[in-house]
Structure formats: C-alpha cells, structure tokens
C-alpha cells in the first residue's frame, strides 16, 4: 500500500508559498489573496472551536459558486470536521433532507438558498451561516451567538501581532479518514450519501499535480463554472488549482453561454474544465455559424489549402475559450460525435475523461496528445480498470474500477455499498464499455438508461439521441420507450427557428424530415416511431444531463 501523505498539508503549504498572490476572485467582484484566505480561515477555526465543534462533526455548505463557498469548505477540512457540499440547485426539501441525514451541526448558505430553506425542518443543527458575510442567519446555542459577536476580538487576542504564515497549522488527516460526504443528485426520493476519505482526495489531486501541474503554472488563471459541490468542480476546478497557486475566478450567477463566452474572453484560463454541453452551446452559437459558409466548405475540401484553412478555424476556436488554454477537459456526459469530430479534425486541444462522485471523481483520462476520439482515456494514477466481460477489448461488460480514489461506501446504507463494492475493492459503475489494447476506455452506455427491444435487444438511447442532437433546429433530445415504440422528445432551437422566420407548423415537419432521416441510418429495432416536441428546456441535473427519469 503507498504511502500517502495528509492531504490539509498541500493545503497548508500552497497557503505559505502564495502567501501574497491572488487566490479567489467573484467575476467582476472582489479578489482574495492566499493571506486573505488564511486569515478568513482561522477565523472560522475560531468560531467552531468556541461553539464547539468537534473534529468528525459533519458541516454542510449549500449556495452558489464564490470565493467565500471555497473558504467555508477549506476552513471545515482543514480544522478536521466533515464537509457536507450540497447542491444550490436541489429545492428546500432535498436540502433539508441532506442536512438531517448527514446528522450536520451547521448549515453554510448562500444568497437564494437562504431564502428557501426552513430552519424548522432542520431541528439538529446548532446554527446557519450566511455565506456571503459569514452572519448567523441562525443560533440555536449561546456559545455559537457569544464566539459569533466576539470574532474579531478573539482573533486579535490570538494573534495581537499580526497573523503571519507561520500560524498557518491545519488538521493532520490520515488516508481512511472521513473527508467529505458527497450526496449524489439521486434520481427518486432520497440520494445516497457518498463518503469520500482522504485518501481519495489526496489520489485525484496528486494526479492533477504531475499530469496538469507541469503543463499550469501557479499564478495561472483559472474559471470555475462548474459548482464546487460537485466532484468534478470541486477536486478539478478549485482543489488542483488552489494547491497548484492558480487564481481562481467564480461566475457566482447562472452561466448562460454569452456569460461563459465573455468571462474565457476576460480570464483567459489556462486550462478550461467543462461539461458536454457548455461547450456545445459555444460551438452552436458562435464557432458554427461563422465557419458553414460555401465558401468555408469549398476551402475545406481543396487539399491544397486545407490544412491552413483548418488552421485558422482551430485558432478561432481557441480564441472563443480564452486562447490561453493548455487543453479543454471535457468530462460529465458523453460529448456529442459530430462536435468531437470537427475539434479533433482542426487539431483542438480537446481531451475527455470519465469519473464519478464515487471516486472523487477520476478514473479515466488521457492528455490532449493521447487523445483518441470516442474514448475518455486510460486509467489514471492509483487507479486500475478492467471490464466485466470474456474478452474486454470486443465484448461490452460493465467498466469496473478500483484503488486510492475509491470511496468508504455510501452514509448509512450498507445495502447500497454492497451493490456496488464487491469484495475484492472493485466499484461498479453501471457503465458499459470497452478497453482497448493500449488501455483507453470506450464507454457505450449506462446499464440503467439501457432500453430493452421486442425482441430483447439492448437499445442504448445515448447513440440514438448522439445522432439526432447533430440534425435541423435539435436543441436537446432524449429517447424514451412507450410500451415497444421508441418516442423522441425533442427541444428545439427557437433561436434558429425565429431566425429563420420558422412557424411551429414548420418546426413540426421540419422534425418529422429529422425522423425519417434519423431512421434511415438505425437498425429495425431502434427506429424512432415520433418525434414529440418540448417547448420547455428539459430538467437538469447539476452537472447538465438531462434527468431521464421524469420523461419516462
């Protein structure tokens, strides 16, 4: 077993070495430095020491991306309590939910969550924190008020000499430790609880370290769109950039693509983390459009001046991402085969992994160099893969992984943890797939989503619904089965639409030529008998796929 060191030193350390440069700044608000962080930090070591919070005491955090969400959590692993990062987007019973069950001592907020939530529902907890100035929105013992009042007179008390970096000591964690339970956006009733050690978190940031750290230097500028209280966000985003001494900027508001758009063009990352469908938007809207002129199309097809027509296109693409990036990082859902194709065709820095929460979250990924299309890379340190099939290179089986970034099990749920874990460490992720002999990994789609033909075929709705988002005026699709009859639900783009002087009726035919189409290059079984028409963009989990189960 490797030996692995605590995780809150990297933490420690990246604090002391960027003592003076820029940390955390709100997009177009203000700017913390790596000393402003640590001060804000042990203040808030202050208040749970005097209100008696125990290290192993659970703390769940709840609001919108910003610099003082990514102080919050620092400030609870680095005093040794467990973070509880919960998603805004879940409505106020979801949040209650997570709250009690987590057996959380206290609540962090942002803005909006603060206003929906209801404290009455939450009868355990000992206060709520207003995240945006660390007020208590609610006490519910003296000891919380009192340190509350008195912060800042403590923390002059404690440090009458100015507080330096030679105060900077945080909580020595070990490997199995509890860290951070992560509730997964669970599609009915209640989520489960993921709980994720130390140790894991400690794999994917050492990973990000040596495979990213040489290609990022700290002072680099980072975005985060992703929320934090999402794996990918949290351990790729923020936690790599944090400790590698990026400065990191926070949307803090919901990014649209034109938000998104403007903020590469101001930040200029340099490395751009995303989900599929941030960066389809910004090809559909603003890379397409410009390049599907004939005259565009005739230069691509000359050999001659192909390659510098290619050229000029990748250099604009680049441009729309901030032009400064080393790769863009694509990783949440499948990204759609007409856009991966066109990237990797004008030589883009494109690259796609695979994870999830239940192991913090990496377990694929390859760099930009490595990159093979349809693939989401090779197995990444202290992690192995292997598929659940005769043969794995030619016949689909469930992709199983195990190793340091794999999780203790799921909170109070050994009966879900059993269904997953096997004996021998191996997490099954309900993804199907295939390796190839040099180890990348080819998923083909999740057994749940899987469809089940008349005659007893797997139909995976993800390459139907690949090959329909690709085609006239679709937005967002998905497939659903209606007894033995394959519907498309289909979300138009009424932008294009209105452009081009559209009626619905036309939309509508417009659909069925998308159907026939569609059908003309599928086998029997999944043919698509309709195309039914949502005006409403589809419902979203937090890392953006569509959440299947309501339209089924």
């Not at 000499?161 to 992560?182: G, M």
């Amino acid at each position: 077993m490797e030996s692995i060191p605590s995780f809150n030193s990297y933490i420690e350390q990246s604090i002391i070495k960027n003592w003076d440069q820029d940390a955390l700044t709100d997009y177009k608000g203000a700017t913390l430095q790596y000393k402003d962080v640590a001060r804000k930090i042990e203040k808030m070591h202050i208040l749970f020491e005097n209100c008696g919070v125990k290290p192993g005491d659970k703390i769940a955090l709840c609001g919108r991306n910003c610099a003082h969400w990514a102080v919050s959590f620092l400030a609870v692993l680095s005093y040794g309590a467990v973070a509880v990062p919960i998603l805004h987007e879940f409505n106020a019973e979801q949040i209650h939910n997570i709250v009690n069950h987590s057996e959380s001592k206290l609540l962090f907020v942002g803005d909006v969550v603060a206003t929906i939530i209801d404290e009455k529902e939450m009868p355990n907890l000992e206060g709520i924190v207003y995240i945006p100035d660390f007020s208590l929105v609610v006490s519910r013992t003296e000891s919380l008020t009192y340190a509350r009042e008195h912060l800042n007179a403590m923390f002059g008390q404690k440090y009458p000499k100015f507080f330096r970096k030679e105060h900077v000591h945080y909580h020595v964690d070990q490997a199995e430790e509890l860290a951070l339970i992560n509730y997964t956006s669970g599609t009915t009733g209640f989520s489960k609880g993921v709980m994720l050690p130390y140790r894991a978190l400690w794999g994917n940031l050492d990973f990000c370290l040596r495979r990213l750290g040489i290609h990022i230097k700290p002072n680099s500028n980072m975005l985060g769109i992703l929320p934090m209280a999402h794996m990918y966000g949290l351990a790729i985003e923020f936690i790599f950039g944090f400790v590698n001494g990026c400065h990191i900027f926070y949307l803090t508001r919901l990014p649209s693509p034109a938000i998104i758009a403007q903020a590469f063009a101001d930040v200029k990352p340099a490395v751009v983390i995303s989900v599929p469908l941030v960066i389809e938007k910004i090809m559909r809207k603003r890379v397409f459009p410009k390049i599907q002129s004939n005259a565009v199309r005739l230069l691509l097809n000359m050999p001659v001046v192909n390659k510098k027509v290619k050229q000029r296109i990748c250099e604009q693409v680049y441009q729309a991402f901030g032009g400064q990036a080393y790769e863009v990082i694509v990783g949440g859902a499948a990204l759609n085969q007409e856009v991966e194709k066109f990237l990797y065709d004008i030589d883009f820095p494109l690259t796609v992994g695979y994870g999830a929460t239940e192991c913090a979250p990496l377990i694929s990924y390859s760099d930009y160099h490595d990159f093979v299309p349809g693939s989401c890379g090779t197995a990444v340190d202290h992690m192995e893969i292997k598929i659940n099939s005769r043969d794995q290179q030619n016949e689909l089986g469930e992709i199983l992984t195990r190793g340091t970034n794999v999780m203790l099990g799921y909170y109070k749920n050994e009966e879900a943890t059993r269904q997953v874990l096997d004996e021998e460490g191996w997490y099954h992720t309900g993804d199907q797939g295939i390796l190839s002999s040099d180890g990348h990994l080819f998923i083909k789609g999740r057994i749940k989503n899987m469809l089940l033909g008349a005659n007893g075929q797997n139909i995976y709705p993800e390459e139907i619904e690949d090959k329909l988002s690709s085609m006239a005026l679709v937005s967002e699709c998905i497939i659903v089965q209606r007894g033995e009859k394959l519907v498309a639900l289909v979300h138009p783009d009424s932008d294009e639409a209105e452009s081009m002087d559209f009626s619905s009726e036309d939309v509508t035919t417009i659909m069925e030529q998308n159907r026939q189409e569609l059908n003309n290059v599928l086998p029997a079984y999944c043919k698509i008998s309709a195309i039914e028409i949502q005006e409403e963009e589809f419902a979203k989990t937090p890392k953006k796929s569509i959440k299947r189960y309501l339209y089924q």
